[in-house]
């Protein structure tokens, strides 16, 4: 310390470089490994570090000029949390903080140019929140600038399309921002553990902040632009770039941890807002909208879609499913660490404090994971049969399930999560499990339940009355009969009233194929998923060959597909069951998929079979020649049905076909419509399967480049 006091004039007289590399080499030098992972975590030394920073923060204003990043970084791990009080960290604090008031002010200027990589500008704003523990009252009002909780929105008018008329920009939202809120502040919170400081000292502070993250601020708008929510997703959210979506995302699961009352708090608020402004969205219709009264809850807002937010369905929000998971994960760790009783007064407050169904879609998993609840706090789900009907459609639908970026997540742990065994159950079948059904107690409850549902499903149904009268009929006690198996054990079995049965039957009847092609297409896009790695997850993780496992895929499994997909093809040969060219599309979608799968995966076991492999050979040539459709080009990046239709699945299994018969004209003049297809994700694909492959293919694959490209000149 006494010789860098002495130095310090030379050591600030080259533009302050002598100091910047002193410093960084110190943080090297002056730290030692801690754990197992010494490489990531390192502590200080504390008897080296202590006459250094007595230096430093004697010399703050020569610091602050020269060298502020490499100071914060020294700050940032002297006052990490896990170290404790360290001597001189309340000083440390207060320098860390003032660091970061400075380059806010200097940002927030109208002459203000970013000079400094965004790194450095994290570095400064991650010591100052980590000041938080000391100085709690000055990290929270530089966290609500940094938010833009404060001061007047921007109001400067905004030019119509088409016309001369300007327009006022919208007001702000309650719990948003007054204006854009810097993205590396953004980052820190919601990526990193920004946030921690202020979840422990100021939990208030700390939710209005992340909603106001969370939230879009008040943008210009042009005439045609709708007044109250953008045109995807939920609308007035901000569209953060979590790839993953995973309860471990964002700060939703430690702000539960650490501060309930207030994280709870956040997550209502931030799925009520969400629902609201999805139910504004121009984009629905007069029926997508559906208000549930719920006795007593009150009225809820949603449809099949906003109940299964929890399970991060296409239409929610990345932040808000994200919350939503970490809610249900807390309320699983709380249950299992200190029972049940422990959960239930969290509970009500869900119900008192929400009025979307993605609650309702919410506590349904957590009734079927505690079915003791739906005798008590969680019984009037049982009582609306939208709720039923949508919760057992969320049980028979695998098409939640979401595949993890390369690398990003623990793979064992993600899919532990998504295949809890509990997610199999619905309502329904919970009744069913725990005899609650059968319960003395617990019959006048279900008549009533009956009852009530007997004078509305026709008026709330409409064309659905059937389905949702079966639902009721399986409400009946008297519909279950016990069958006892042949080791002696009893099972419960459903025996509908004839009528009822006769209408299931049709109905399952009329919905197979589509069952059959969804099945099919998700369950096949997930095998090619999982067995390729692409290009940018290397460049992100160049170890996501090692750890992202492919999904098993046996003989056995193969057998299976080709039984399924000959049973989508007989009943598509059947001229009765195919009414228009949309249901024809249909049926390719799953042959394609399946065909794609075998030829892809299974090709050696394809081989014993040779009309087997003939037939998949045929299914993909001919589909794309009898229904490539010339057309404008649709690129939506929303769109997700390209690659799991026929023209994605075609165009990654036709290039390896080609290259084992490059003169095949029929294979040829399918590359060539694939490569002029109506959709960028199906060039996308055969681009990519075709590189693969590109030695066999020899000129000819330089023949597709030029061929591609020119037809994106004529575009």
Wanted: glycine share 6%; net charge negative; with cysteine.
């Amino acid at each position: 310390g006494e010789c860098l006091d002495a130095l310090w004039h030379n050591s600030v007289a080259d533009d302050g470089r002598r100091l910047r590399r002193f410093l960084t080499l110190f943080l090297t030098v002056a730290t030692k490994p801690w754990g197992s992972d010494g490489v990531d975590w390192r502590v200080p030394r504390v008897h080296v570090w202590l006459p250094i920073l007595d230096v430093l923060l004697r010399r703050l204003d020569d610091v602050s000029e020269w060298a502020p990043v490499e100071f914060a970084r020294l700050a940032a791990l002297w006052l990490m949390p896990v170290f404790g009080r360290l001597p001189l960290s309340e000083r440390v604090a207060a320098a860390a903080i003032s660091l970061a008031e400075q380059l806010a002010t200097r940002q927030d200027a109208p002459d203000w140019q970013m000079r400094s990589p965004e790194e450095e500008v994290a570095q400064i704003y991650t010591a100052g929140l980590q000041a938080a523990l000391w100085l709690p009252d000055r990290v929270a009002a530089f966290a609500l600038d940094r938010a833009r909780r404060g001061g007047e929105p921007d109001r400067e008018p905004v030019l119509g399309h088409f016309t001369d008329r300007t327009l006022p920009p919208p007001e702000p939202w309650p719990d948003g921002p007054m204006r854009r809120v810097d993205e590396t502040f953004r980052y820190l919170c919601l990526d990193q553990p920004g946030l921690v400081g202020l979840l422990r000292e100021r939990p208030q502070t700390a939710r209005e902040v992340l909603l106001a993250l969370l939230i879009e601020p008040p943008l210009p708008r042009f005439m045609f632009e709708p007044l109250l929510c953008s045109a995807d997703r939920g609308g007035a959210l901000v569209h953060h770039s979590w790839r993953t979506v995973f309860h471990d995302r964002g700060p939703f699961q430690t702000f539960l941890r650490l501060q309930p009352e207030q994280g709870l708090e956040t997550t209502v608020r931030l799925v009520n807002f969400a629902t609201d402004r999805w139910a504004e969205s121009p984009e629905l219709g007069d029926g997508d909208v559906r208000a549930v009264d719920i006795e007593p809850w009150g009225r809820w807002f949603g449809n099949a879609s906003v109940f299964c937010w929890y399970r991060a369905d296409p239409s929610a929000p990345d932040g808000v499913a994200i919350a939503l998971m970490s809610l249900e994960k807390w309320l699983y760790d709380l249950a299992d660490a200190e029972g049940v009783t422990a959960v239930r007064p969290w509970l009500a407050a869900i119900v008192q404090g929400s009025h979307s169904v993605a609650f309702a879609g919410l506590l349904a998993a957590v009734a079927a994971r505690h079915p003791e609840l739906l005798k008590g706090e969680l019984r009037p789900l049982l009582t609306k049969h939208e709720l039923m009907a949508w919760d057992l459609d969320r049980a028979n639908d695998h098409m939640l399930e979401l595949h993890p970026w390369d690398g990003e997540v623990d793979y064992d742990h993600f899919w532990a999560w998504h295949r809890l065994p509990h997610r199999s159950q619905s309502l329904l079948s919970t009744t069913v499990s725990c005899r609650m059904l059968f319960d003395r107690d617990e019959q006048e409850f279900f008549a009533d339940v009956r009852q009530l549902w007997f004078g509305s499903v026709e008026h709330e149904f409409g064309t659905d009355a059937a389905a949702a009268d079966g639902l009721r009929h399986q409400l009946d006690p008297a519909n279950w009969h016990c069958v006892q198996l042949c080791d002696q054990r009893w099972e419960l079995s459903y025996h509908p009233p004839t009528e009822v049965r006769r209408i299931e039957e049709e109905w399952a009847s009329a919905s197979e194929p589509l069952r059959l092609r969804d099945d099919l297409t998700m369950c096949c896009r997930r095998l090619l998923d999982s067995q390729r790695v692409e290009w940018w997850d290397l460049r992100l993780n160049p170890w996501a060959t090692r750890e992202a496992p492919a999904t098993p895929f046996t003989d056995d499994d193969a057998e299976q597909l080709w039984r399924r997909v000959q049973r989508l093809a007989e009943i598509g040969g059947d001229p009765s069951r195919v009414a228009s060219a949309k249901e024809v599309r249909l049926f390719a979608d799953g042959l394609c998929a399946a065909a794609a799968v075998l030829l892809l995966l299974k090709r050696e076991w394809l081989r014993n079979w040779p009309d087997r492999e003939t037939w998949c050979a045929e299914t993909l040539v001919g589909t794309v020649l009898s229904q490539s459709l010339r057309g404008s080009r649709q690129d939506n990046p929303f769109y997700i049905a390209a690659d799991r239709t026929w023209h994605g699945f075609c165009a990654e299994a036709l290039p390896h076909l080609w290259a084992e018969a490059p003169h095949r004209t029929d294979l040829r003049q399918a590359v060539a419509l694939l490569a002029t297809d109506a959709f960028y994700s199906t060039t996308e694909l055969l681009m990519r399967a075709a590189g693969a492959v590109r030695r066999p293919l020899g000129e000819d694959f330089g023949r597709l480049r030029v061929l591609r490209s020119e037809e994106h000149t004529s575009e």
